[in-house]
């Protein structure tokens, strides 16, 4: 459970006051997510999500990502939309952190991959990637290439009590990605952590997309291969390259990859499975005891990684090269 900050009952009451939603029902802590405090509020206006953004939440970024969320739903996104309070404010103060009160969305993320879904999230990140155009704010990918290292300086130390020889092996990975990182593929807004629990679906059909905290400016392609590492790899660590066809297949016909970003996916699949291997490792290391949090294994990161190490070959995903 991702509940870091207590709030008490009085707290939320004198909260939700200054909100047109009516007298608190209830308010329970939810039992997922890793990054911030999440409330399943439900008012006599009925079930809402409270948030209060945590340590990995720049304060400075809350107007990015509340006003990219109003900018998606905008243009037909189903996706969370912050709620002002009786002045008109969206963004406030609970037990000392930034808060904010979003809409509940409908559906349930997928606790089984089909190769359904990822037929789905193809499309809905295209959808996204399109839907980002013309938004006035931008916000740069701290979490990006140039992120890595000092993550990296912040875990190496103690990286090999995970698992011995990591720390060298991330070295030479991050020295070989600093050199060929791409930097001209196209780029716009994107969602970087695009996992099974941020998309949900109804009737077997993708319903919205929630958890907007690391969105940012990046390569389009970027958020593809985040895609391919949380959603086409299967329990017993196979790559699934029918689940992988779908996705950019399906990705492919709302927004068509060119022939420089299917080349790059490997590289850029490589970055996605080191930057999740980072902070995994990280909160591995540093979780605060007494947190309500399941912590994520680093070391599926690194099976991932070590996969794309090996591709050489864009068919290896089920993609063609044009
Ligand atoms: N707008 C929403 N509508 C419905 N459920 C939500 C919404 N936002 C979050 N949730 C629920 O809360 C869980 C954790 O939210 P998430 O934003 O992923 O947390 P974190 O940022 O801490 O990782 C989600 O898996 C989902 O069950
Ligand atoms: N998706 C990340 C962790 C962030 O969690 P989320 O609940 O915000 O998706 C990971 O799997 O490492």
Redesign the pocket.
Known sequence: M?VYTEVSDEDVRAFVAQYDLGDVVSCKGIA?????SNFLLVTGKGPFILTLYEKRVDPADLPFFLGLMDHLAARGLTCPQPVAGTDGVALRSLCGRPAVIVTFLKGMWPRRILADHCAGLGEGLARLHLAGDGFELTRRNALSVAGWRPLFAASRWRADEVKPGLADSLAEELDYLETHWPTDLPAGIIHA?L?P??VFFSDGALSGLI?F??ACNDLFAYDVAICLN?WCFEADGSFNVTKARLLLASYDRVRPLSAAEREALPILARGSAIR?LL??LYDWLNTPTGAMVKR?DPLE?LHKLRFHQQIRHIADYGLDRS
Do not use: H, L, Q, S
Request: overall charge negative; cysteine-free; hydrophobic content about 30%.
């Open positions: 991702a997922e997510g890793v990054e911030n952590d996992f629990d941020n958890d905290y690391f949380a999740f902070t995994r994520k990161y």
